[in-house]
């Protein structure tokens, strides 16, 4: 599985960005999206992830209540639009493929396939 991420980039405090992750050359039926990010000190984090099927949504403490993963079928696309964002939310965000069960919907290793990542920056 092919994954393009767009829609990073920089902001102030407080401001929204829409991440998205699309698939060029399959169809994310069958499969969970996940969105990772890594800031230059840390380890790579889990954010958030959607099951394709039947759409259930998971998602990080950190982000719960500002970050909103959603699909779009018609589109074999998924999106994190992310709201009040803070300084702490800047790293590289990954999207990734996977059949992680539910226990292991956060780890790294429960997905096949990732995006090349894209930059999102919160400053001042």
């Known amino acids: 599985v092919q994954l393009v991420e767009s829609g990073g980039g920089l902001v102030q405090p407080g401001d929204s960005l829409r991440l998205s992750c699309a698939a060029s050359?399959?169809?994310?039926?069958?499969?969970?999206v996940g969105w990772f990010r890594q800031a230059p000190v840390n380890e790579r984090e889990f954010v958030a992830a959607?099951?394709?099927?039947?759409?259930?949504?998971y998602y990080a403490d950190s982000v719960k209540g500002r970050f909103t993963i959603s699909k779009d079928t018609a589109k074999n696309t998924v999106t994190l639009q992310m709201n009040s964002l803070k300084p702490e939310d800047t790293a590289v965000y990954y999207c990734a493929v996977g059949r992680p069960i539910m226990s292991s919907v956060s780890q790294e290793s429960s997905y096949y396939y990732w995006g090349q990542g894209t930059q999102v920056a919160v400053s001042s």
């Open positions: 050359d399959r169809s994310f039926s069958g499969y969970s």
């Open positions: 959607i099951r394709w099927s039947g759409g259930n949504t």
